[in-house]
């Protein structure tokens, strides 16, 4: 099993940026693939961004492409997402996942560990 805990979210201008972490417990943090969500009120939680056991290979969401990196350093048991050019529809509560594969994954239902999740707020 992994636990994650995230942090890094806050109040941010439009137009700014941000980095969010994921640090999970646990030895085995290289052997799963990584992902990011978010979930606004009323609304389902999405996809954001993913990321593959050894970090070669990304997916992004085409609401942020081009905008968001996801990243992970397996020395540290993290995972990032820095943001750039933020809109006020990305404020949402940011969550990452974490499930064995050597691939990225990009449904929730493909993830059995989350984060409790941090909060994103975007002023215009």
């Known amino acids: 099993q992994v636990q994650l805990v995230e942090f890094g979210g806050r109040l941010v201008q439009a137009g700014g940026s941000l980095r969010l972490s994921c640090v999970a417990s646990?030895?085995?943090?290289?052997?799963?693939?990584m992902g990011w969500f978010r979930q606004a009120p009323g609304k389902e939680r999405q996809f954001v961004a993913a990321?593959?056991?050894?970090?070669?290979?990304?997916y992004y969401s085409d609401s942020v492409k081009g905008r968001f990196t996801i990243s992970r350093d397996n020395a540290k048991n993290t995972l990032y997402l820095q943001t750039s050019s933020l809109k006020p529809e990305d404020a949402a509560v940011y969550y990452c996942?974490?499930?064995?594969?050597?691939?990225?994954?990009?449904?929730?239902?493909?993830?059995?560990?989350w984060g409790q999740g941090t909060q994103v707020t975007v002023s215009s």
């Open positions: 996942a974490a499930q064995l594969s050597d691939y990225y994954l990009i449904l929730v239902s493909d993830y059995d560990y």
């Open positions: 646990g030895r085995t943090f290289s052997s799963y693939a």
């Open positions: 990321i593959s056991r050894t970090g070669d290979i990304t």
